[in-house]
């Protein structure tokens, strides 16, 4: 069982930072984690994989934007920001897997490419989590 899931308490009147009303969108986001770490044994290819990973934290960051699931709406914040951030991050995944435009066959090129798109991925992250926190 995934740690967040034991953490969880469903207890309208808590102090709790973790309490929350109802499970149902733990017990989703646990399927969707799920899901994405199974894709990632079971299929090989990385432009599948990255499409994949792209659906499944789409519907993660969905899910916390759509049903804000935490009594305290801090950690609400928290978990759509941080989901955001890996949305982010599946996006430049799913162009890296990709590559348009590099030539494939020339390891420089490829090099070249992938360094830009590490270059975007720690650029990006803070702006794009406290956007989506906010």
Known sequence: VHPTSLQVELNPVSKYLLGMAHSKVEVLGFCIRMTM?????????LTWLSVIYLIGTFFLLFLYLKWLPHLHAAIN?????TYSSVLYAALLFIILAYAPGVDQNNPKEVSDFSNIMTTLLWAGFVPVGLAGAI
């Open 37 to 45: 770490t199974a894709a990632s044994v079971f299929i090989n290819g």
């Open 77 to 81: 914040h928290i978990r759509v920001a």
